[in-house]
């Protein structure tokens, strides 16, 4: 059974660093692309970031290029998504996907 889980979601100020992650079980992890997405209150999905398989490739949503990094760990069957220079319009729910299987989110504040 595929199973996703992610944690590292906070409540942090503007400018603070954050980092998420995602703990994947019940397929080749190292087989499969990994995507991060978000919902923000009130909003629609935003695609976030994605790498592929090996992490050698990696792509992000203009909203968070050059402050977000998608990495992976494929030894601990995990994906991070690390957070800097957060801001107030980061605020959401924070999902890691892998094909149609979506974890259950990690909410991510962010508010002085």
């Known amino acids: 059974q595929v199973k996703l889980v992610e944690s590292g979601g906070a409540l942090v100020q503007p400018g603070s660093s954050l980092r998420l992650s995602c703990l994947a079980s019940?397929?080749?992890?190292?087989?499969?692309?990994m995507s991060w997405i978000r919902q923000a209150p009130g909003k629609r999905l935003e695609w976030v970031a994605d790498i592929n398989g090996r992490g050698l490739a990696t792509y992000y949503a203009d909203s968070v290029k050059g402050r977000f990094t998608v990495s992976r760990d494929n030894a601990k069957n995990v994906a991070y998504l690390q957070m800097s220079s957060l801001k107030s319009e980061d605020t959401a729910v924070y999902y890691c996907?892998?094909?149609?299987?979506w974890g259950q989110g990690t909410q991510v504040t962010v508010s002085s």
């Open positions: 996907k892998q094909r149609t299987t």
């Open positions: 019940g397929f080749t992890f190292s087989d499969n692309d």
